[in-house]
């Protein structure tokens, strides 16, 4: 799966970067000021990481009986006695829906089947059908934070859908936007989506948010006959990756290890069927140093005080024992959200998870300014500018870094 991934995505970059050369194809796909130089570069970062997706093969090959999807309308019967215009609204079926896997080169004038808003995301999330997979096009107030933390989070080793952004005002934002118009009866696209100056178009990941899973549903992905399964050792070393990834973009939003809030399980997915961890809406909120030193330096040391707690668990050399507090905060927020407890056993491998994925980057120099300034540059070229800039501190994720690589990145002794 990781070199057919690989070959995907570099057959993808080829296209692409013919398509800067030759112009727009015919479905209108026009490069944003900026996009140009930004996917060759996010299709680097997706073939280094490709073997993040082996376990997705499974479960997203084309199922055979969804080999020619068709749009799922009301077909259970009318909804109400008489006829209206609900009788025919398409219904998006995530259960039957799978992952189109080019996102890159998209005819919005043949190929689709409908398009439905999402009950979540404040500035529209709606999902698309098309005749080789689904979409997700999504606004977003802080598109140039998601984007950065998304680009982090492979570097981290977290998995997250393949992304481009698309600006509405060129070829294809038009193209789109009218398009999804016209498959939207209720005009929920227009309403949404249509005043934005740029979208985030995304694969469709196959999954349940966590608050979706009980605890009979945990337990079989975590676990066999009451102990922690191999399996579940994978869920939780992809975990303690975002885990990590939420530390260094300053995310309390998710599954919160050293914020003081109740998270939100809505910004986690596990993928359907091997429960692969997957990240979403994630976003870096760096806080500025200038205006408020006395909070980035109270930060820096919550992450000191995470690592020096870490370390002292480990005691000996042992990190299988000694349960530390902000760990002891996830397993609380496990069990609110979804009914499972995780046992001390399964805690202590997160926690040592943790410290392996802070080491091996160490080692690996999967961190580095030069690179994050790059990205930052490339993502502040977009015409018009990207919202969401502000948020983007190189200094600030280096600072955090280097907290963790003088803690935890050397095994004492």
């Not at 000021?33 to 997203?60: I, M, N, Y």
Request: negative net charge.
């Amino acid at each position: 799966m990781s070199r057919e991934a690989k070959k995907r995505i570099l057959e993808s970059a080829a296209r692409w970067q013919e398509q800067q050369a030759s112009g727009p194809p015919k479905g209108d796909v026009e490069a944003a000021r900026g996009s140009d130089v930004l996917w060759p570069t996010c299709f680097r970062l997706q073939s280094e990481c490709s073997h993040l997706e082996k376990e997705l093969s499974a479960v997203f090959d084309i199922p055979a009986s969804a080999a020619e999807p068709e749009a799922q309308a009301a077909a259970s019967g009318k909804k109400y006695k008489w006829s209206t215009s609900l009788d025919s609204q398409f219904k998006f079926d995530a259960k039957q829906a799978y992952m189109r896997r080019d996102i890159y080169n998209i005819d919005w004038h043949e190929g689709l089947k409908g398009v439905q808003r999402s009950a979540a995301g404040a500035e529209g999330v709606f999902f698309v059908e098309t005749s080789s997979g689904a979409l997700v096009v999504k606004g977003s107030r802080n598109l140039a934070s998601e984007s950065f933390a998304s680009m982090l989070a492979l570097r981290v080793g977290v998995y997250c859908p393949p992304w481009r952004i698309i600006t509405m005002a060129n070829a294809e934002g038009q193209s789109m936007l009218h398009h999804l118009n016209e498959l939207d009866s209720m005009g929920r696209v227009a309403t949404n989506i249509g005043s934005q100056t740029h979208v985030v178009l995304k694969a469709f990941v196959a999954g349940r948010n966590l608050d979706a899973y009980n605890s009979d549903d945990m337990q079989h992905i975590f676990t066999s006959g009451g102990a922690i399964s191999e399996s579940g050792q994978r869920r939780l070393s992809e975990l303690s990756r975002l885990l990590l990834l939420d530390v260094l973009i300053n995310n309390g939003d998710r599954l919160p290890l050293i914020h003081d809030n109740r998270g939100n399980p809505g910004n986690v997915m596990l993928c359907r069927g091997s429960g692969q961890v997957i990240a979403i809406d994630s976003a870096i909120a760096s806080i500025n140093k200038a205006t408020y030193p006395e909070q980035y330096q109270a930060y820096l040391d919550r992450v000191g005080q995470l690592c020096d707690g870490l370390v002292a668990s480990c005691e000996g050399g042992d990190c299988t024992k000694t349960v530390t507090a902000p760990f002891e905060n996830v397993r609380s927020k496990l069990l609110e959200f979804t009914g499972f407890g995780l046992s001390d056993e399964g805690l202590c491998y997160l926690q040592d998870k943790f410290l392996e994925a802070a080491r091996s980057m160490h080692a690996n120099k999967s961190i580095n300014r030069m690179e994050l300034r790059t990205w930052r540059q490339l993502l502040s070229q977009f015409d018009p500018p990207l919202v969401g800039m502000d948020w983007i501190s190189v200094d600030f994720v280096m600072d955090i870094w280097n907290v963790i690589e003088e803690r935890l990145a050397q095994p004492e002794g």
